[in-house]
T-cell receptor, first 115, second 110 residues
Framework: EAGVTQFPSHSVIEKGQTVTLRCDPISGHDNLYWYRRVMGKEIKFLLHFVKESKQDESGMPNNRFLAERTGGTYSTLKVQPAELEDSGVYFC?????????????FGPGTRLTVL | DAKTTQPNSMESNEEEPVHLPCNHSTISGTDYIHWYRQLPSQGPEYVIHGLTSNVNNRMASLAIAEDRKSSTLILHRATLRDAAVYYCIPPAPGTYKYIFGTGTRLKVLA
């Protein structure tokens, strides 16, 4: 069974440009999460989808970040316009049911560098 | 949010057991403790989880204190491939989001 996949693996853009990250969850997983690690800090939660609906977006840093999950399958995270402090590694995770015992499975991450 | 405390780093010799501790004194009665590890340049990888009793799987064992304020991840025979940062993670109350701390960086010596 394929795991969580993310594209691209690396992205280098200039400040002010737009970047879109994609996450394909494990097939059949209704729950999808975005996390990120910036500047050597701890991994931080960004948001949680249940199917196509945003369940919790309390970790989204500002309105330059837009996450979508049309059709409840793959998700995209768009950063527009990108700033230097957005550099880091963005992880996507998915889980089946979202319950207290639910296990989140993480993708390999997308390393974003904003110059 | 539930807070966790882990040692910043630990070392182990190859083929020896490793006990990785975690304090989670603010955990609620229904929160499961999940353990993940992160190898270099990879995403976090699920290791094990539990609620009240000790748990075993092919990767590791999890010993949970009776008062649930601490737990210990046990790698029975450390290998070089086990060198990683290990995180114990309680969920944020009322949500399913994970709260990552700084974790324990495990170094395995050949």
């Amino acid at each position: 069974e394929a795991g969580v996949t993310q594209f691209p693996s690396h992205s280098v853009i200039e400040k002010g440009q737009t970047v879109t990250l994609r996450c394909d969850p494990i097939s059949g997983h209704d729950n999808l999460y975005w996390y990120r690690r910036v500047m050597g800090k701890e991994i931080k939660f960004l948001l949680h989808f249940v199917k196509e609906s945003k369940q919790d977006e309390s970790g989204m840093p500002n309105n330059r970040f837009l996450a979508e999950r049309t059709g409840g399958t793959y998700s995209t995270l768009k950063v527009q316009p990108a700033e230097l402090e957005d550099s880091g590694v963005y992880f996507c995770a998915s889980s089946e049911s979202g319950g207290l015992t639910d296990t989140q499975y993480f993708g390999p991450g997308t390393r974003l560098t904003v110059l | 949010d539930a807070k966790t405390t882990q040692p910043n780093s630990m070392e182990s010799n190859e083929e020896e057991p490793v006990h990785l501790p975690c304090n989670h004194s603010t955990i609620s009665g229904t929160d499961y403790i999940h353990w993940y590890r992160q190898l270099p340049s990879q995403g976090p990888e699920y290791v094990i989880h539990g609620l009240t009793s000790n748990v075993n799987n092919r990767m590791a064992s999890l010993a949970i204190a009776e008062d649930r304020k601490s737990s210990t991840l046990i790698l029975h025979r450390a290998t070089l491939r086990d060198a990683a940062v290990y995180y114990c993670i309680p969920p944020a109350p009322g949500t399913y989001k994970y709260i990552f701390g700084t974790g324990t960086r495990l170094k395995v010596l050949a």
